[in-house]
């Protein structure tokens, strides 16, 4: 309930009491503790009869540096696109399920993947420090991804990294590459994932072999700590 009227205080940006009864239909014994809840976060104003939405404070929540779609929908809307997004549930069935846009939807999913994406490309580029390798190149739809295979695990990245003392990948890291990329491969194919496919195949990377609660749990912490 506190973050509807958050939100409705935010569209609203300044109101009184009785025009937020008219619009959220609650009595004034029902806002009123909300309203001074929201005074004591600081994501409130009050001046006399008027209250004022604290754009200034909306800027500072904790989201970090996630975008700002995170800070118009409610934890309870972020926490079902996140599941959704776990369970691989496409973006049409998303809008179908809980009403919300494309836009926001498509916002949210690049969201994830950047932030999987971002992630595992650090992690490659601290085993490439200690030990540089030439790249498998994989070309889909004209875009060209670069994978690297450390202990087992295969990392991609958008660009080619240079080392002069890169050495190629064995014969068996290099079938390696090739069966993993190969699983993950056939989850993208769609002409659609040409456009960012190294989002998508990191997304696909790092889904590989982890079951639901795993996944959600990890995005969790990528995201919000």
């Known amino acids: 309930m506190k973050e509807r009227i958050l939100r409705l205080c935010k569209r609203l940006d300044k109101f009184s009491l009785d025009e937020i009864e008219m619009v959220s239909e609650l009595e004034s014994e029902e806002l009123m503790p909300i309203l001074s809840e929201l005074k004591r976060e600081n994501k409130l104003i009050q001046k006399g009869n008027s209250y004022f939405y604290n754009k200034v404070s909306a800027t500072k929540r904790t989201f970090g540096n996630l975008p700002l779609c995170f800070q ?17 549930i496409e973006v049409l069935k998303m809008i179908d399920l809980f009403g919300l846009t494309k836009h926001t939807l498509d916002k949210f999913y690049n969201c994830f993947r950047m932030t999987i994406y971002e992630k595992q490309f650090n992690e490659l580029l601290e085993h490439f420090e200690k030990t540089p390798k030439m790249p498998q190149e994989r070309v889909y ?49 769609s002409r659609s994932f040409a456009h960012k496919f190294h989002l998508h195949l990191s997304e696909e990377l790092w889904k590989y072999g982890k079951e639901f609660n795993e996944q959600y749990v990890l995005m969790n912490k990528m995201l919000f700590s």
Do not use: P, Q, W
């Open 141 to 189: 739809m004209n875009t060209k991804v670069y994978l690297y295979l450390y202990n087992g695990k295969l990392f991609v990245s958008e660009k080619y990294l240079v080392s002069k003392d890169a050495r190629k990948h064995r014969e068996e890291e290099r079938l390696e590459i090739k069966n993993i990329y190969l699983k993950s491969y056939r989850k993208v194919l």
């Open 72 to 88: 118009f929908h409610s934890k309870e809307e972020i926490d079902y696109i996140l599941k959704g997004f776990c369970c691989d």
